[in-house]
DNA sequence: CTGTTGACGCCGG
DNA sequence: GCCGGCGCCAACA
């Protein structure tokens, strides 16, 4: 039951994503946000089924961390585009993007 | 129109 | 700072 790809929103949210720079992030609720909506879940929704075309990776959850089970594939991106990262105290903690100064704003 | 399903967000404990 | 629960929105059966 996936969304419509020829929707205006899917089309939307494609666009928004792929139009952020290397090194910069967005929350799914600040993408839905430029949307006009809150639906930050259908924002993950669409990311989950044709977010293969955009730098998924750049759309990060409010706390700054990467999708739950992409944090291991999107690390790579982040150290690769020189995204601000903050590494936990131990290791097995993992990672998370420092959303204060990657954060970027859609002009 | 109602129910179900999420790569989510916020608030309270 | 971590964990759980409730709320939101869009699309499909």
Request: glycine content about 10%.
């Amino acid at each position: 039951m996936r969304l419509a790809p020829d929707s205006d929103f899917v089309t939307n949210v494609l666009g928004i994503v792929d139009s952020i720079p290397a090194g910069r992030v967005m929350t799914y609720g600040d993408v839905a946000a430029v949307l006009g909506s809150r639906g930050a879940r259908v924002v993950g929704q669409i990311m989950a089924h044709y977010g293969a075309d955009v730098p998924w990776w750049r759309v990060i959850r409010a706390g700054g961390h990467p999708p739950v089970a992409h944090e291991a594939r999107a690390l790579p991106h982040y150290r690769a585009e020189g995204t601000p990262l903050v590494l936990a105290s131990t290791a097995a903690a993992g990672y998370r993007v420092d959303y204060a100064v990657a954060r970027w704003s859609p002009s």
